[in-house]
């Protein structure tokens, strides 16, 4: 077929007829949002890429030789050693991974408390055994009730002050054991959540003089404003400001931050993460409160934790990195877990961050 008349002159050409006039081009308006769609998915992959080289330059570096335990450490240990599964052979057991090290507090898992702040005696019937028989074997150690329960919706709610209530009151029922302390996990615990700060300030009062108070802490913003980021685009605060932190630990005895679960891919990424990690909670949590940095001892893989990367010694060179030449007397680690711990992990232990001195 031959083109009209007015589209000779054109076609003759080689042009493309023009196009009429008021009838927008089709492809300008698909070429700009594709090219917003690139600019969208090239951020992330730039913003992962920036923090991967910056975590990696964290990485680098001689630890100070001052760098090492301070005879403050903790370690989390399992419910088996309250509910009677563990007996004096693996009390033998943990006193020989520990001897000579610088762990000096024991955080024995004794709930899980239940969803309205209670915990069932039953839970824990050989608690008081545990407490004597941990003594004895590691004399000078100190012996603390975990008690933990998930946030998630239809778990606990620190915005109910009858569950609080019963927080402490659950606090000061596990003292009837024997225990030197309360060491609670909260989890996930949002920057800026004001139940917690009130559960600790009526546990501190309630506790008999000369007991403990502690706590396991999220890890926090790397850089000012993921915090709230985070709260838009997951809905809460999953990175705690350093200003919440601090808040929360002048209220306490001990702090833990949980600087594992981090995805990072590389034993020298993570190494980076929990060097960053160390020095902003060294920057944040005062003096007069012992600041320890929990270091992984668990293998299972899930999308946050990789055993590859996630290892004793890549979590005790980031933390020697981070502490540098910092002095504070009050400073250790955290070993999580006891039942998990291999020989490998005790040993990495040892070697990476020393014995008591």
């Known amino acids: ?36 769609v690139v600019v969208l998915l090239s951020l992330p992959v730039l913003v992962l890429a920036l923090s991967g080289i910056a975590l990696y330059l964290f990485s680098l570096g001689t630890p100070s030789p001052g760098a090492v335990t ?27 991974h520990l001897r000579g090290t610088g762990v000096s507090d024991l955080y024995v898992h004794t709930g899980p408390i239940e969803v309205d702040g209670t915990l069932p005696t039953s839970l824990y019937p050989r608690a008081g055994w ?4 941990l003594r004895r074997a590691l004399p000078g ?33 596990v003292m009837a054991a024997g225990f030197d302390g309360v060491h609670y996990n909260f989890e996930p615990l949002d920057s800026g959540d004001l139940g917690l700060l009130d559960v600790l300030d009526r546990t501190r009062a309630a506790l008999p003089p000369g007991r403990l108070l502690s706590l396991s802490v999220h890890q926090l913003e ?16 999953a990175l705690w400001t350093a200003g919440y932190l601090r808040e929360v630990a002048r209220r306490l ?9 981090t995805a990072q891919p590389t034993q ?3 190494s980076g993460y929990v060097r960053r990690q160390t020095a902003l909670a060294l920057a944040a949590v005062p003096t007069g409160t012992t600041l320890l940095i ?53 040993d990495e232990y040892r070697r990476g961050w020393g014995g008591a001195g």
Request: aromatic share 8%; hydrophobic share 40%.
């Open 1 to 36: 077929m031959r083109p009209h008349r007015e589209d000779q002159s054109t076609a003759r050409d080689g042009l493309a007829p023009p196009e009429p006039i008021g009838r927008p081009s089709g492809r300008r308006p698909w070429r700009r949002a594709w090219q917003v």
């Open 70 to 96: 301070r005879g403050r450490d903790a370690a989390w240990l399992g419910h088996a050693w309250v509910d009677g599964r563990n007996g004096d052979p693996q009390v033998a057991a943990l006193a020989a």
């Open 130 to 133: 545990a407490v004597g028989a």
């Open 141 to 173: 150690v100190r012996v603390h009730a975990w008690l933990g329960q998930r946030l998630d919706p239809g778990m606990l709610d620190l915005s109910d002050a009858q569950t609080r209530a019963n927080i402490v009151r659950t606090a000061g029922q």
């Open 222 to 237: 790397p850089l000012p404003g993921l915090s709230t980021a985070s709260e838009l685009v997951l809905g809460r605060a």
């Open 253 to 261: 005895d001990q702090v833990a931050v949980m600087t594992y679960d």
């Open 268 to 270: 020298a990424l993570f």
């Open 294 to 346: 929990g270091v992984p001892a668990y293998h299972d893989p899930t999308w946050t934790h990789h055993p590859s990367a996630e290892t004793m010694r890549a979590s005790i060179h980031g933390v020697r990195l981070g502490l540098g030449g910092d002095t504070r007397r009050s400073f250790g680690v955290a070993l999580y877990v006891d039942f998990t711990a291999t020989e490998a992990d005790w």
